[in-house]
């Protein structure tokens, strides 16, 4: 099982960047579920989460700038980032909740990493 996350990259302050996050393997069912993302010598926070009935939650500091949606037949997670900010530069990371035959656990995406900077 894993989750492959793409989509990162340089990206001026005000620009935009959408987020991507497949999941692949064998497993009987995926909850895409959440982005979060960690900067460089701070914890690992919560950015975005969808739940299983669509309902969303964002950080305050993306809310209004960020967008997550999500494609289940393809298990794709998505991640559109509007208005970014130098402050959003981070590696970002998907998660995602997985039924395989022997057990129902939490992935991690491998991260990708968002830089804003001019």
């Known amino acids: 099982v894993q989750l492959q996350a793409s989509g990162g990259g340089l990206v001026q302050p005000g620009g935009s960047l959408r987020l991507s996050c497949a999941a692949s393997?064998?497993?009987?069912?995926?909850?895409?579920r959440g982005w979060y993302r960690q900067a460089p010598g701070k914890e690992r926070e919560l950015v975005a989460f969808?739940?299983?009935?669509?309902?969303?939650n964002y950080a305050g500091s993306v809310k209004g700038r960020f967008t997550i949606s999500r494609d289940n037949a393809e298990k794709t997670l998505y991640l559109q980032m509007n208005g970014l900010k130098p402050e959003d530069t981070a590696v970002y990371y998907c998660?995602?909740?997985?039924?395989?035959?022997?057990?129902?656990?939490?992935?991690w995406g491998q991260g990708t990493l968002v830089t804003v900077s001019s």
């Open positions: 998660n995602a909740l997985i039924t395989t035959v022997t057990s129902t656990e939490a992935y």
């Open positions: 969808m739940d299983t009935g669509g309902n969303t």
């Open positions: 393997g064998s497993f009987f069912k995926v909850n895409m």
